[in-house]
Nanobody
């Protein structure tokens, strides 16, 4: 099993940048896939980004070219670098891992983009 703790959310203006962190309670080299999702108020949870232990990354269409996800294996942390933020990026951001067939979610961190 694994515990995931997100941090780094906050209030920013459109066009600004923010970096989210997802700290894992175990060695992340043993977690092949870690995803980022977000959920805006009144909307379904949306896929944002994926990182694999082999270094492959993938992104949702709405964030391609603006967001970058990466891993720091020494810190057991997964990052989501967000740039050129827009109002529609507002929401609660969650990291997710699938370990031994079970889904694990963090508690989420709020990102608000507003002028």
């Amino acid at each position: 099993q694994v515990q995931l703790v997100e941090s780094g959310g906050g209030l920013v203006q459109p066009g600004e940048s923010l970096r989210l962190s997802c700290a894992a309670s175990r060695n992340i080299t043993s977690i092949y896939v870690v995803d980022w999702f977000r959920q805006a108020q009144g909307r379904q949870r949306e896929f944002v980004a994926r990182t694999t232990a082999s270094g492959v990354a993938g992104y949702g269409d709405s964030v391609k070219g603006r967001f970058t996800t990466s891993r720091d294996n020494a810190e057991n942390t997964i990052y989501l670098e967000m740039s050129s933020l827009k109002d529609e990026d507002t929401g609660v951001y969650y990291c997710h891992a699938l370990v031994s067939g079970r889904d694990y979610w963090g508690q989420g961190t709020q990102v608000t983009v507003s002028s």
